[in-house]
């Protein structure tokens, strides 16, 4: 007995050296708030990786004001090739190894669907993350998980609307990924079409990972499309207006936001991106508003080799309001408290859309922006947030489906 008691005792002991002063199991402590997050920093969607490091660029920037209540920001981030069985085993690592609190900038309708319902289940908070399928907080069953995407459906039938009646084009033609981010697109814009009474002369699903797109241009040249939709991530977006040049076909582009990083879809197409009209999900990263200039000024620093692109300030402008709402919290922290704290964020504005969320409404952001790609990469604001042609269209498809 007298054994047993000893082991006992040196094992309670050896818990207490390796634990962390003042740990409560929820993802912090005295001295860190553990934050979590995935995203493709190799593989087809790289240059999406930037989304993620904008976020990790947030935390660094936080912790060097001093942190949040004295606590720091440990940032863990994993590279999940923009495969969903990669994110199972991080989303499972984060949570059962890393112990974090919350998950932010998430990138993936695919990915984060895989593994949203695990993250729920352990009570892990996840906000700002990198999908606007209708999936993903409709309905609102999920309390733990925060969205600040214009879905997708919703921002494809603006740019039809606005494709139609501003651009005057006829003669559509739309390639989607084979993924819930492209059947959530096409659907808003085939229902936007309808309502012209007209429809796409044909629709082309490719793969994240396909890199010989021939035969699908090929077939929107002989059909005759003048006007390409397009919700693909960059490897496809990018080999797609290659190939078109290669055998002189010129038709207009017009890309969701997923592909709204003008300056480098300019570069990484050698140009070929100028003309480009797309959707936006943040301000100019290269204009002169103060909160804009304050992080640029801020990632030269702390992120030196770092691109201050369009993707990288949307990791912003997912991340942020997380952080806001742990300095909301307060020092006495929980998850219940940062719940709460959540569900009050009312119109926060940084670097993209208000932000509004509720406990019935998690999706938090319906406004996006129209841009076209200038020379060099340049934005140009056709429509900007708010403008009463976006406003009004906005909500407009997830209406129509009972949502």
């Known amino acids: 007995?007298?054994?047993?008691?000893?082991?006992?005792?040196?094992?309670?002991?050896?818990?207490?050296?390796?634990?962390?002063?003042?740990?409560?199991?929820?993802?912090?402590?005295?001295?860190?708030?553990?934050?979590?997050?995935?995203?493709?920093?190799?593989?087809?969607?790289?240059?999406?990786?930037?989304?993620?490091?904008?976020?990790?660029?947030?935390?660094?920037?936080?912790?060097?004001?001093?942190?949040?209540?004295?606590?720091k920001i440990k940032f863990i981030l994993r590279d999940d090739k923009y495969n969903p069985a990669e994110t199972k085993v991080i989303a499972k690592d984060l949570v059962e190894r890393q112990d974090v609190m919350a998950v932010t900038a998430g990138l993936g309708s695919a990915p984060t669907l895989a593994v949203k319902?695990?993250?729920?289940?352990?009570?892990?908070?996840?906000?700002?993350?990198?999908?606007?399928?209708?999936?993903?907080?409709?309905?609102?069953?999920?309390?733990?998980?925060?969205?600040?995407?214009?879905?997708?459906?919703?921002?494809?039938?603006?740019?039809?609307?606005?494709?139609?009646?501003?651009?005057?084009?006829?003669?559509?033609?739309?390639l989607y990924q084979n993924d819930p981010m492209g059947w959530d697109a096409l659907n808003g814009a085939r229902e936007r079409l309808a309502s012209y009474g007209m429809k796409f002369l044909v629709e082309i699903p490719v793969e994240p990972t396909e890199k010989d797109l021939s035969s699908q241009i090929m077939k929107l040249k002989s059909k005759g499309v003048k006007?390409?939709?397009?919700?693909?991530?960059?490897?496809?977006?990018?080999?797609?207006?290659?190939?078109?040049?290669?055998?002189?076909?010129?038709?207009?582009?017009?890309?969701?936001?997923?592909?709204?990083?003008?300056?480098?879809?300019?570069?990484?197409?050698?140009?070929l991106w100028e003309g480009t009209v797309s959707g936006g999900k943040v301000l100019d990263p290269n204009g002169n508003d103060p909160i804009i200039v304050k992080y640029r000024e801020a990632a030269k620093r702390l992120m030196p080799d770092q691109p201050f692109n369009a993707w990288f300030l949307s990791g912003i402008f997912f991340s942020e309001p997380l952080f806001e709402a742990l300095k909301k919290a307060g020092p006495n922290l929980s998850k219940d408290?940062?719940?709460?704290?959540?569900?009050?964020?009312?119109?926060?504005?940084?670097?993209?859309?208000?932000?509004?969320?509720?406990?019935?409404?998690?999706?938090?952001?319906?406004?996006?922006?129209?841009?076209?790609?200038?020379?060099?990469?340049?934005?140009?604001?056709?429509?900007d947030f708010g403008t009463p042609f976006v406003h009004n269209t906005l909500?407009?498809?997830y209406k129509k489906s009972g949502i």
């Open 1 to 71: 007995m007298k054994k047993l008691i000893f082991v006992f005792l040196f094992l309670a002991m050896l818990c207490c050296a390796i634990t962390p002063s003042g740990y409560c199991g929820e993802g912090f402590d005295d001295k860190e708030i553990r934050i979590g997050s995935w995203g493709p920093q190799t593989g087809p969607a790289a240059p999406w990786g930037s989304i993620s490091r904008g976020a990790m660029f947030m935390a660094m920037y936080i912790n060097e004001q001093g942190g949040i209540h004295g606590r």
């Open 337 to 383: 408290v940062l719940l709460k704290s959540l569900n009050s964020i009312t119109k926060f504005m940084s670097t993209g859309p208000s932000i509004t969320w509720t406990p019935a409404d998690h999706q938090g952001v319906y406004e996006t922006r129209i841009i076209k790609c200038g020379p060099n990469g340049q934005v140009i604001v056709l429509e």
């Open 395 to 397: 909500r407009g498809w």
């Open 227 to 271: 006007c390409v939709l397009m919700q693909v991530a960059p490897t496809p977006g990018i080999v797609a207006v290659k190939t078109a040049a290669q055998i002189g076909y010129k038709p207009q582009w017009i890309s969701a936001d997923t592909l709204g990083d003008h300056a480098t879809m300019y570069k990484l197409t050698n140009g």
């Open 117 to 174: 319902d695990y993250l729920a289940e352990n009570k892990v908070i996840a906000v700002g993350m990198c999908t606007g399928t209708k999936g993903l907080v409709y309905p609102v069953t999920n309390p733990y998980l925060f969205s600040s995407f214009c879905l997708f459906g919703d921002e494809m039938s603006v740019l039809t609307k606005y494709a139609v009646e501003k651009m005057k084009m006829e003669d559509f033609g739309f």
